[in-house]
């Protein structure tokens, strides 16, 4: 079936340094793969996204590579800052006309 | 342009009412959906629209009804507010389904007692 698999689940990072949270999806004709930040008591915006046609994104500090035949893709957020501390989503596309599937969620927190 | 507006922000129910979550969005998007958010559980996708007079069911439709009757509004109907639907309630729109992803409206905290 339509799944995303998101790993770790809590992440704990000191100030300045690097993050990597990674997704798997179970469908190989899946071709969108964005990334959502969801603030505490917020809703979730879109910080960057990837398509199938492209091995790697890159905007300022945060960066998304996929890797198509492994079907996994991941976020790098580097130089990590204290308003990094969110829960971030990563999400994929199915066949069909069925919406975004999301994972379940990485919470991180960037101690200063 | 308001983006997607979501009414009530809070609500508490007693077991057994009804009631209707509103979502509205002016950005004349084809796409809708409604997603719950439980702890630990992600964003669960309850229903959705790919245009008006279009629905279907998502990974968690029971106790749910939609419709979609204009391009705008995309209501969401508890028959019947059982505990186990407390959670936080997202809508959700774009203009497709994959071009630039989803604006989510600001969220429905829904308590049921």
């Known amino acids: 079936g339509e799944n995303v698999e998101q790993h770790p689940s809590t992440l704990s990072v000191q100030e300045g340094d690097s993050a990597v949270i990674k997704c798997t999806y179970s469908?190989?004709?899946?071709?969108?793969f964005p990334w959502y930040k969801q603030e505490l008591g917020k809703r979730p915006q879109l910080i960057i996204d990837?398509?199938?046609?492209?091995g790697e994104k890159k905007d300022q500090r945060i960066a998304v590579t996929l890797n198509k035949t492994a079907k996994h893709f991941s976020l790098h957020i580097t130089e990590t800052q204290p308003e990094d501390s969110a829960v971030y989503f990563c999400?994929?596309?199915?066949?069909?006309?069925?919406?975004?599937?999301f994972g379940k969620g990485t919470r991180l927190s960037v101690i200063a | 342009n308001a983006g997607v507006t979501q009414t009530p922000k809070f609500q508490v129910l007693k077991t057994g009412q009804s009631m209707t979550l509103q979502c509205a969005q002016d950005?004349?998007?084809?796409?809708m959906s409604w997603y719950r958010q439980d702890p630990g559980m992600g964003l669960r996708l309850i229903h959705y629209?790919?245009?008006?007079?279009?629905?279907d069911q998502g990974e968690v439709p029971n106790g749910y009804n939609v419709s979609r009757s204009t391009t705008e509004d995309f209501p969401l109907r508890l028959l019947s507010a059982a505990p186990s639907q407390t959670s936080v309630y997202f809508c959700?729109?774009?203009?497709?389904?994959?071009?630039?992803?989803?604006?989510f409206g600001s969220g429905t905290r829904l308590t049921v007692v």
């Open positions: 959700a729109s774009s203009p497709d389904r994959v071009s630039l992803g989803y604006t």
């Open positions: 469908d190989s004709a899946s071709n969108y």
């Open positions: 990837i398509r199938s046609n492209v």
């Open positions: 999400a994929a596309t199915f066949s069909g006309n069925t919406p975004l599937v």
């Open positions: 950005m004349n998007h084809e796409y």
């Open positions: 629209s790919v245009g008006a007079g279009i629905t």
